[in-house]
């Protein structure tokens, strides 16, 4: 709103000129959101306690009982400051700002639905696994189908490192791209388990993607970089830097001892955008790296589930997802956490060094 506001003024107030940076826009996004999640976050934490949508916590597992009625489906917050921000700041006759929401309110709907069946309905099993997958999978072969009909978009696949291994997908892009957009998605759903250890490492990759993606859509710096170039995302930076706004907003409120949990809602639409946004600047195996932590959680539950089925009821972890084999351990969760951070950092400057290095 505000870049159609002012920027057509910039011819009689050369200051306003400013507003076509995208990088500006980005920056401001960021501060916007962060300044809404910290003043509205207690009320609206004050609002889930009195409407009482607490946490359910599980008999079986780590001892998380003191973690009961916490208030959950923190994702609305997160979300509501995100879009805010990012309608005020972004060119609203963008494409792909229109597709990113799409994405984020899509996935976000599929876990609404799972939070208020456990949280509003006292259902505590809320959706079942396969209602919450279909609904992913239609979102995301819808965007996905519309984005490799963009001539502007190739279903070229990049690799980071090997510039000149880009094989064509074609059509085979598609479930290419959802399963790149479902698996994020639910990564970052496995990861929150414990206080912070979801948004932060979201936080660190949607910075890391901000870099990426800025380059995807400036032709020069794309070229330079030998990296793909996709005109018009660009603009997604602007959504990149209120999702880091309203995440460590959002992290205010729910680092250890957490006062609010983002709920499925949160984490879905989370993940889901931020694998939409990897496909956009065609960093789609970069993602592996960058969210790296979340892939590492995905993978012990598989090998958990599989050994499992395998051995007959043995176990490779203690417990699955990894944060809390280490909890299981009697590491105190805000060392887990930070420490799972300072992984997830790493893991982001490994990305960005895979920029110079073609
Ligand atoms: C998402 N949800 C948290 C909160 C958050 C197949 C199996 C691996 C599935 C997995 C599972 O249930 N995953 C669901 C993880 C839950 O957090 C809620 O869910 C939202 C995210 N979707 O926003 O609303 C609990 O996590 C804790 N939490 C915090 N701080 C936070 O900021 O402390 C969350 C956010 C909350 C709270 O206690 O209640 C979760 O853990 O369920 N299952 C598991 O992860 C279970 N693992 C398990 O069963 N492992 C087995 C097999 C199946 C692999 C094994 O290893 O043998 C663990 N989770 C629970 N209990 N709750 C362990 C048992």
Not at 190 to 212: K, R
Not at 274 to 281: R, Y
Request: hydrophobic share 50%; net charge positive.
């Amino acid at each position: 709103m505000i870049y159609h506001l002012l920027y057509p003024l910039s011819d009689q107030i050369s200051i306003l000129n400013v507003f076509r940076y995208i990088t500006f826009r980005s920056i401001y996004a960021m501060l916007t959101a962060l300044v809404l999640s910290i003043i509205i976050g207690p009320f609206f934490i004050r609002w889930l306690h009195k409407v009482k949508f607490g946490q359910y916590i599980k008999e079986c597992g780590p001892d998380h009982q003191s973690k009961s009625g916490t208030p959950t489906m923190g994702g609305l917050l997160f979300g509501f400051c995100m879009l805010t921000s990012v309608l005020l700041w972004s060119d609203l006759t963008n494409k792909y700002i229109w597709l990113t929401i799409l994405v984020f309110l899509g996935f976000g709907a599929v876990g609404f639905a799972d939070d208020y069946i456990k949280v509003v309905r006292k259902h505590n099993d809320g959706l079942s696994a396969r209602t919450k997958l279909l609904g992913q999978v239609i979102i995301s072969l819808g965007v996905v189908s519309l984005l490799v009909a963009f001539p502007e978009y190739s279903s070229q696949l990049m690799a980071p490192f090997f510039k000149n291994f880009h094989p064509d997908l074609s059509w085979f892009y598609i479930p290419f791209g959802m399963f790149v957009m479902v698996g994020a998605s639910n990564g970052v759903n496995l990861t929150d388990g414990l206080d912070g250890l979801a948004i932060g490492p979201a936080v660190v990759t949607a910075a890391c993607f901000a870099v990426f993606i800025y380059v995807a859509g400036h032709i020069n710096l794309a070229t330079y970089l030998q990296v793909a170039y996709v005109a018009g995302v660009g603009e997604v930076t602007v959504i990149c830097g209120a999702m880091v706004g309203a995440g460590l907003g959002f992290l205010w409120f729910n680092a250890f001892p957490a006062q609010i949990f983002m709920g499925d809602v949160g984490s879905l639409s989370i993940g889901g955008t931020l694998g939409f946004i990897a496909l956009l600047c065609k960093q789609e195996l970069l993602l592996v790296i960058v969210g790296g932590l979340f892939v590492i959680e995905t993978l012990s539950v598989v090998l958990q589930v599989g050994y499992f089925k395998m051995s007959g009821g043995k176990r490779i972890f203690r417990m699955a997802p990894l944060h809390h084999h280490f909890e299981k351990k009697g590491v105190h969760e805000s060392k887990i956490i930070v420490r799972f951070w300072i992984l997830s950092l790493l893991l982001a400057v490994m990305a960005l060094g895979t920029l110079k290095l073609r």
